[in-house]
């Protein structure tokens, strides 16, 4: 019975691993998808509420919001800033069940718009 429970234990771990990893996961894939992007690590203690990453790319910059998994709760204020920085900018919560969709959005949301050419006269 024991044995059981070390198994499911073990299968769970990579079902739901623990949120340091999946963020420590998740910066380097923004690095991949976003070349040349600064990824800072927000203080918790600071502002309580405040999302855990900031991703400068270019011009535009982005927050996120890691969670361990979908089921994870979300902390007093959270949801009020993610809300709040969307309206600036893009802001998510995410964790590794809608990772894809949320990495989507934010490449979409840091695109740059392509500058304007003046035509020259000759």
Do not use: H
Not at 43 to 62: E, H
């Amino acid at each position: 019975m024991c044995l059981f429970f070390y198994f499911l234990a073990y299968e769970l771990r990579g079902i739901f691993m623990r949120e340091s990893k999946f963020q420590a996961e998740l910066i380097k894939e923004l690095k991949t998808r976003l070349p040349g992007c600064i990824v800072l690590k927000n203080d918790p203690t600071y502002i309580q509420g405040i999302p855990d990453l900031l991703i400068l790319y270019k011009d535009k910059w982005a927050s996120l919001e890691c969670k361990k998994n979908a089921m994870a709760s979300a902390q007093p204020n959270q949801s009020y800033y993610v809300e709040q920085m969307n309206e600036m900018s893009f802001s998510s919560f995410i964790y590794p069940e809608n990772k894809e969709e949320v990495l989507d959005g934010l490449q979409s949301a840091l695109r740059t718009r392509r500058t304007s050419r003046i035509s020259k006269r000759k």
